[in-house]
């Protein structure tokens, strides 16, 4: 693997199958990076990974996180500063405020392998993207 380096585009390279805007940064071979963009008032829909975990960054923004596993269930705030893991097989589905965007930096591992990796669950809250 070569080096990487990538500045920040100002259109989306592919909108995620839980329907927030993605950039991609760089990639090594044990992970991904990307900048993740919820625009304002935007509910995603509530996924959950076959195969990566995900540690998130808040870098913009406000929104809420909700997460799901088999001993747990928990709704967080997304405020610049926050971070948060998604471990894997857990359920989650985030939403932006009304009058912001939601700005995340992403670090998946390993590598995100395509947008088979998302399952549909059961939504927390109603979203606003179609799936």
């Known amino acids: 693997m070569s080096f990487e380096t990538r500045v920040l585009p100002d259109a989306y390279d592919v909108l995620a199958p839980d329907g927030s805007e993605i950039r991609v940064l760089p990639v090594v071979k044990g ?3 990307v900048h993740c963009t919820l625009p304002p008032g935007v509910v995603t829909l509530a996924i959950k990974h076959r195969t990566v975990e995900e540690l998130w960054y808040v870098i913009g923004g406000r929104g809420q996180i909700w997460r799901k596993d088999a001993e747990k269930e928990e709704t967080v705030d ?3 500063g926050v971070s948060a893991n998604i471990p894997l097989g857990t359920d989650f589905q985030f939403r932006s405020a009304p009058d912001q965007p939601l700005e995340l930096i992403l670090a998946t591992m390993p590598p995100w392998p395509g947008p088979d990796e998302a399952v549909r669950v059961p939504d927390h809250w109603e979203p606003t993207v179609i799936g």
Do not use: A, D, E, Y
Request: proline share 17%.
């Open 31 to 33: 992970g991904s990076m």
């Open 78 to 80: 997304l405020v610049p």
